[in-house]
């Protein structure tokens, strides 16, 4: 329905918008101008059927006014199922993450170092088994554990960088960009989590 989505999903709001409320149609005719020009057209020829609006020149009145979209930090998806798609391809990105500290693992195993070796696989089939079950269901107390993993990873990343005889900012970098956008997408996916709960 937005301009930049590909074509294929621009058929759907002919069918979608038909069936909106009249609370929905008015939400769109406040936004049309970020809307596809057939998708404005259509909520507007639906609230003229409904009686929403007794003609186009209803929606210069102040009530119409297009809205700037406000940024926001997570942003508000509105159909449940575009929301259970976020949920699940958030998981299984967080899934590929536990590929670092499974194959760091066995890095170490493979150079004697069985301790530090051990913990560092159980810890990414542990991360791997919260993900792949966030890729069925939200559960709080699997984000949760994640959240806790990914602290807990930052501090062991950052104690082996600085421990390092040579500095490298990358490797700092790196570490901290990954560790926010784990973060990032756990938080989103609470944010969701509320929306599908209201």
Known sequence: MWRKREKKENTDFRKDIPEYSDEQIVAILKLRDH????????????????????????????????EPIKFSLF?????????VKIRKSIARSLVLCSLFPVVFGLIEINRNNYLEGIALLAFGLVWLFC???LIR?????????LMIQTILAAFFGGYKILN???????????????????????????????????
């Open 35 to 66: 809307y596809q020009p057939e998708a404005a057209k259509l909520a507007v020829n639906e609230a003229l059927k409904r009686g929403i609006i007794n003609s186009e020149q209803d929606l210069l009145a102040e009530e119409y006014r297009c």
């Open 75 to 83: 942003p508000e998806i509105k159909k449940k199922i575009n929301r």
């Open 131 to 133: 993900a792949s079950q």
């Open 137 to 145: 269901a939200f559960h709080i107390i699997l984000v949760r554990c």
């Open 164 to 198: 390092k005889t040579t500095f490298i900012f990358f490797d700092s970098f790196i570490l901290v960009m990954l560790c926010t956008f784990i973060l990032y997408g756990l938080l989103f996916m609470i944010k969701i989590q509320k929306n599908n709960s209201e």
